[in-house]
């Protein structure tokens, strides 16, 4: 009797403490939860409040629809404890209805991602994200497509084209190893469906991106259904993803054109920014807005103007320059502009696919990617120094910092690592004008110190010349903008 009465206290205290320590289930839905864990630091600005209210309704009506309008109190309280005000609110309203509380099991399933897009009838638009200092993956600009909820633009659901841990909800580090099979082979990649606002968190708020958003044309809403159609059939499937001709970019846009029954196509080994010039161009695209967030300053900016379509941008060139000192030749097949919102007026050093000859030698170098950023010369942001190349050997560097200028000049210090020389401190200088810039680097490692000085000149704005030196090495050349 007493082994019983022991036992009997036993899985009563086991029971207890797993009641006590286990997570707590939510009532609301997952989307929900999401929302109010990104953005509960911000819920002081009414657009997030606004966002959060509609949607809060939405999801208690699929559980039972009254005539009620619940008007949610925001209160300086971390997210977990709202999460606990708002499931009182659910399981409060799944008493009022038979099927509450059916309904309310099912919520995730009622807000199914996918249903709304088959049974989608508002405006779709491609989401372009500007260039990303943060994700070298991302470095010349990221493509979704929203079809967008005219009553809540936060929850429209938001498609894209990624590589298998090329876009998390959680902060991650990828490798080398990641980076060289994404440019040289292929990754396993995917279309997979989110929220805007996931998008919005992730690029705009934690990475500083501008998003910019673009209508999609078309007379013939069969073309629109059709391309739904292949969306939705190739959710989840699995898909070669290359950095360069099989990207976010490419299989999206491609797969609009298509449904389209267009000839055109984009291709690869060009940025995002000229895909879009030429959607436009051929009228499938127009430009609607920009969207941003100061979060320092707490606002919420729309930017309504098209700069893109008046822009007189190039973004891509080739070019052609060679050493004074040694018989060495330098070709670049493409080189890019910032793929930005079209309000910047220069061009960052950046450029993919170079070849490097030296004849005297009969030897060929590879320069994968060259990515040097400095943002935009008039605000104190994040810079970075990106080089992956093959002479004789592999080596990469990659060196991050921050950048302090105004007026169109400054400094930024950066730390990094180069695989050859070790690791060290790269600092850089810059004048830059409408017509000039000038950009110094000295960085200091394992293996000494090197300098670098570059001075361009822009003749209009389709050609350029530049003048490149180097401790061991003086480069002139020239660049043509198409």
Request: hydrophobic fraction near 35%; charged fraction near 20%; charge should be neutral.
């Amino acid at each position: 009797m007493l082994n019983k009465y022991y036992g009997v206290v036993h899985y009563s205290v086991i029971i207890f403490l797993l009641v006590f320590f286990s997570p707590e289930s939510n009532a609301a839905s997952k989307a929900l939860v999401r929302f109010t864990y990104k953005f509960h630091s911000d819920f002081s600005l009414p657009k997030y409040q606004e966002a959060f209210q509609q949607r809060l309704s939405t999801e208690l009506n699929l559980i039972c629809h009254t005539d009620t309008t619940i008007k949610f109190q925001f209160r300086p309280e971390h997210p977990s404890e709202t999460i606990k005000r708002v499931n009182n609110i659910f399981q409060n309203r799944a008493t009022l209805c038979p099927a509450g509380n059916k309904n309310l099991a099912q919520i995730d399933e009622l807000t199914s991602l996918q249903s709304q897009i088959s049974s989608f009838s508002g405006d779709r638009f491609i989401l372009f994200a500007s260039e990303s200092t943060v994700r070298v993956e991302s470095s010349l600009g990221h493509i979704a497509i929203l079809y967008q909820d005219p009553e809540n633009l936060f929850f429209s659901p938001a498609i894209m084209f990624s590589a298998d841990s090329f876009y998390s909800l959680e902060e991650e580090q990828s490798s080398i190893a990641y980076y060289l099979k994404g440019g040289l082979s292929h990754l396993n990649g995917r279309f997979s469906v989110n929220y805007f606002f996931d998008h919005y968190h992730d690029l705009a708020k934690r990475d500083k991106r501008e998003i910019q958003k673009y209508k999609i044309l078309d007379s013939n809403p069969g073309h629109i259904k059709h391309f739904d159609k292949h969306i939705i059939e190739n959710l989840g499937k699995t898909q070669p993803y290359n950095f360069f001709y099989k990207n976010c970019s490419t299989n999206l846009l491609n797969l609009l054109l298509e449904a389209k029954e267009e000839k055109l196509r984009v291709s690869g080994f060009e940025p995002p920014a000229k895909h879009i010039d030429q959607l436009i161009k051929h009228g499938h695209l127009e430009y609607e807005s920009t969207l941003s967030s100061k979060f320092e300053n707490h606002e919420f900016s729309y930017i309504d103007q098209n700069y893109l379509k008046h822009s007189t941008r190039y973004p891509s060139d080739l070019s052609l320059q060679s050493d004074f000192k040694r018989s060495v030749i330098e070709f670049t097949a493409i080189k890019f502009s910032q793929p930005s919102s079209g309000m910047e007026t220069r061009y960052y050093d950046s450029k993919i696919a170079g070849l490097t000859l030296f004849p005297d030698q009969s030897r060929v170098g590879i320069e994968l990617i060259e990515k040097n950023v400095i943002n935009d010369y008039s605000d104190n942001r994040a810079s970075s120094f990106l080089n992956i190349e093959y002479v004789n050997s592999l080596n990469a560097h990659y060196y991050g910092g921050i950048g302090l200028f105004r007026s169109g000049s400054g400094v930024a210090i950066n730390v990094g690592c180069d695989i050859k020389r070790g690791c060290g401190i790269l600092t850089a200088i810059a004048l830059h004008t409408r017509k000039h810039e000038i950009v110094a680097t000295l960085k200091s490692d394992n293996e000494g110190n090197l300098f670098k000085l570059n001075y361009r000149i822009k003749i209009n704005s389709r050609f350029n010349t530049f003048l490149r030196y180097e401790l061991d090495s003086t480069w002139i050349g020239g660049g043509v903008r198409f």
